[in-house]
């Protein structure tokens, strides 16, 4: 026994039939008390996100321009939920406010943060369970991070001695008392911060795959689920695009001792995956736990013959990262060189500045950004162990004509990152996945 908090991806609540999927779930459990919806998602691949038409409204309505065409798309949507589910809540009332106030300036958060209010209020409505609003419950300080302790107190109280509850998820409340929301695929932080809050026994993330998988399914095709993974493996991989759950999702819960189990929707008998500590390993049958990555980064890459013995030129590099404001991802180095691997879009607009200053400050014999690259990471906590796993890894990568242009393993021999061609990026994670999984399960079973 216990309390668990179920958080729902937008998918999971698109459409009346899957309000229905949903309640299912929770009733089939008694200790599912509270849940975090989502806005509407997509119907199918060509349907539009309720959240991104509630920022297209706030972008028509700040160019003055009439937010009739999206906002009645956003009105159909919530109408034939409500409808088909013969809930009695003022929706044409709701839907008013909402308009009003993002026509009268509301702004970009407060619209966007509709999507998950509304769908709470109908969720709510529609189990009879308490509707609790997250701007009166989450707080962000002054610099626009999460205030984990007014939130922990706050939310805590709000929630305590309920026997169920709703809490839309995605936004909270700035320190002047408006809506402010998370980044993008928010609500899987709101659901960690709330089971954080309740001090759940379990947080439940259901989506429209079944788990965690190997590799992105929009790349590899039906990449196999992980059944277990630890929390900094899977902070590896969420930071490198395995985007199925927010990488901000993974700190409260794991701060508070709280596994995550990541199921889905449409195939709730499935065991899903289970996000725990390195104390409950399980022996997972490959030598590495998953693959994920990302497109569109670049290398400052920095050279000077005797570097090494030069004090405080390390140091002065990044000097001139720090002062335009830029951080950076990697920095793998040489003797004679350094090469500082950043995210294309922090350096856009700066690259001039950046390398003059770079020159001023450090005199090398040449400075160079090369564009155009991915990261691959390939993630496991076995790694360590497994004799040859890069070996492995470059022999995929080889086999398949892929050029490495960079090469880093963390420190934390969680990971081996590879720095590919942005154009490469699809058949390198490919490559990698053949070599670890494919290949693997033909030899098992010959
Ligand atoms: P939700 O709306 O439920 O929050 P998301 O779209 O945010 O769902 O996340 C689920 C999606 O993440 C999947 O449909 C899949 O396309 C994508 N994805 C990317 N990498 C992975 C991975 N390694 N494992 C599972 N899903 C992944
Ligand atoms: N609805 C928000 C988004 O589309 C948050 C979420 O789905 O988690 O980004
Ligand atoms: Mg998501």
Redesign the pocket.
């Known amino acids: 026994m216990g309390i668990k908090v179920a958080k729902?991806?937008?998918?999971?609540l698109a459409d009346a039939a899957q309000f229905a999927r949903v309640r299912d779930i929770l009733l089939m459990d008694a200790d599912r008390r509270i849940v975090v919806p989502?806005a509407p998602?997509k119907r199918c691949s060509t349907d539009e996100k309720v959240t991104d038409l509630f920022y297209a409204c706030n972008r028509m309505a700040a160019a003055g321009e009439s937010i009739d065409a999206p906002f009645g798309a956003i009105a159909s949507r919530y109408h034939a939920i409500a409808s088909e589910l013969g809930l009695s809540l003022d929706l044409d009332a709701q839907l008013a406010d909402v308009r009003m106030r993002i026509e009268l300036g509301g702004g970009a958060d407060y619209a966007a943060s509709r999507g998950e209010y509304l769908n709470g209020l109908l969720l709510a409505d529609y189990l009879g369970w308490d509707f609790i609003d997250p701007q009166q419950g989450i707080f962000f300080d002054e610099e626009g991070r999460l205030d984990e302790e007014r939130t922990q107190s706050k939310l805590g109280a709000l929630l305590a001695g309920r026997e169920h509850a709703v809490v839309p998820g995605f936004y909270g409340c700035d320190t002047h008392g408006n809506v402010k929301t998370f980044s993008r695929?928010g609500?899987?932080i709101t659901g960690a911060i709330v089971a954080r809050a309740v001090g759940a026994s379990l947080y439940e993330?259901?989506?429209?795959?079944s788990?965690?998988?190997?590799?992105?399914?929009?790349i590899v095709r039906n990449?196999e689920p992980i059944r277990y993974v630890t929390y900094r493996e899977l902070r590896e991989?969420s930071y490198m695009?395995?985007?199925?759950?927010?990488e901000d999702a993974i700190f409260p819960v794991r701060i508070a001792g709280i596994p995550t189990n990541i199921r889905n929707t449409n195939h709730p008998e499935e065991p899903g995956t289970i996000i725990g500590y390195e104390a409950e390993e399980e022996e997972s049958p490959y030598a590495i736990t998953?693959i994920?990555g990302h497109k569109d980064f670049a290398i400052i890459a920095v050279e000077k013959a005797m570097m090494n013995a030069e004090l405080g030129f390390g140091r002065r590099v990044l000097q001139a990262l720090e002062e335009e404001g830029i951080s950076f991802e990697h920095m793998p180095s040489g003797i004679d060189t350094m090469s500082v691997v950043v995210h294309e879009d922090v350096i856009a607009g700066k690259k001039e500045r950046l390398i003059a200053r770079i020159k001023e400050l450090c005199h090398p014999d040449t400075v160079e950004i090369h564009s155009g690259l991915a990261l691959i990471a390939t993630v496991g906590r076995g790694m360590v162990r497994s004799k040859g796993v890069s070996a492995r890894l470059f022999d995929a990568l080889m086999r398949a004509g892929i050029n490495v242009r960079l090469i880093d393993q963390g420190s934390s021999e969680l990971n081996i990152i590879v720095g590919v061609d942005n154009l490469d990026f699809e058949n390198a994670v490919r490559a990698i996945y053949r070599a670890f999984v494919v290949r693997e399960n033909r030899e098992n079973r010959w």
Do not use: Y
Not at 211 to 218: F, Q, V
Not at 241 to 246: F, R, Y
């Open positions: 729902f991806g937008g998918s999971s989502s998602g695929g609500s899987d993330n259901w989506t429209d795959v788990g965690c998988l190997m590799a992105d399914p929009r990449p991989l695009g395995a985007s199925v759950l927010h998953g994920a």
